[in-house]
């Protein structure tokens, strides 16, 4: 009993270590800058995203070329698609699907098109692709099963055209063989929040290494005290707009007064 137990001990340790010698690639990557302050003068920036495919004398050989998917992902948020309907004559707000857990931005970067990276399920679970958001309905629904779709669709496209989600192939350059960056637009309405940087390294339908880095977006000066004000004490911020828009309300009177 004792020499079937120690063979197979060494069998597992033997397993482990033949297991250690084959070693997959690793994916290290970096940005330019994980803190976007917005500002008045905001405008909209680039961030760059860069990095390096590492290999070692033990990585197995493979044909080929790597793909690469850079995912920048903003804070989730509760968001509610509309669509007018005719009442009484009148175009008003009739239908609408509020969608749970949504980013409030998603920019994805790639070497090849989404369908080409790999299966659904393995785009799914990672969420690459627009078309693999897990957009979630958040309460109960009145639209039909059969119009659940066109909501999803009228959601993705209205947050393309507003900057907020883009897909992007083909947009990461390879500086070597194993060297890489790539930027990423960020727009002038970018909400505020902590990000998630995610990149992705496949080869053949097949992930090798992924990393997850975090950036944040903040407003900073005057434009994070009134941000700060609106969102943890709207009551005394209401008053204060109000009592400034009497103010200059009244000085704009005074100086231009006639005699």
């Not at 009484?88 to 969608?99: A, C, M």
């Not at 920019?107 to 690459?128: F, N, P, Q």
């Not at 496949?202 to 969102?231: C, D, I, P, R």
Request: glycine share 6%; charged share 20%; net charge positive.
């Amino acid at each position: 009993m004792i020499r079937y137990l120690a063979l197979a001990i060494a069998a597992f340790l033997a397993g482990l270590a033949s297991a250690k010698a084959v070693h997959a690639e690793e994916l290290v990557t970096a940005i330019s800058s994980d803190l976007v302050s917005i500002r008045s003068n905001f405008t909209g920036t680039d961030i760059v995203i860069f990095g390096q495919v590492s290999r070692d004398v033990n990585s197995i050989s493979r044909s080929g070329d790597y793909d690469l998917v850079i995912v920048v992902e903003g804070p989730p948020q509760e968001i509610t698609t509309r669509r007018k309907g005719r009442f009484l004559g009148v175009w008003v707000n009739r239908y609408y699907e509020t969608f749970e857990n949504v980013p409030a931005f998603y920019a994805l970067a790639s070497t090849a098109k989404v369908s080409d990276l790999g299966s659904r399920e393995l785009l799914d679970e990672y969420r690459i692709g627009l078309n693999h958001l897990n957009l979630a309905i958040a309460r109960r629904s009145s639209v039909p099963l059969s119009e659940r779709d066109d909501f999803r669709q009228a959601f993705l496209r209205l947050r393309q055209q507003q900057g907020l989600f883009s897909e992007r192939p083909g947009a990461i350059e390879f500086l070597t063989s194993t060297m890489f960056r790539t930027n990423v637009p960020l727009p002038a309405n970018i909400p505020v929040g902590t990000y998630k940087v995610k990149s992705f390294l496949l080869h053949q339908g097949s992930l090798l290494s992924k990393t997850e880095a975090k950036m944040h977006v903040a407003k900073t000066g005057f434009e994070q005290v009134t941000y700060n004000l609106a969102q943890k004490m709207p009551v005394a911020y209401g008053l204060l707009a109000v009592f400034f828009a009497i103010f200059t309300g009244w000085l704009a009177s005074v100086i231009f007064k006639r005699d």
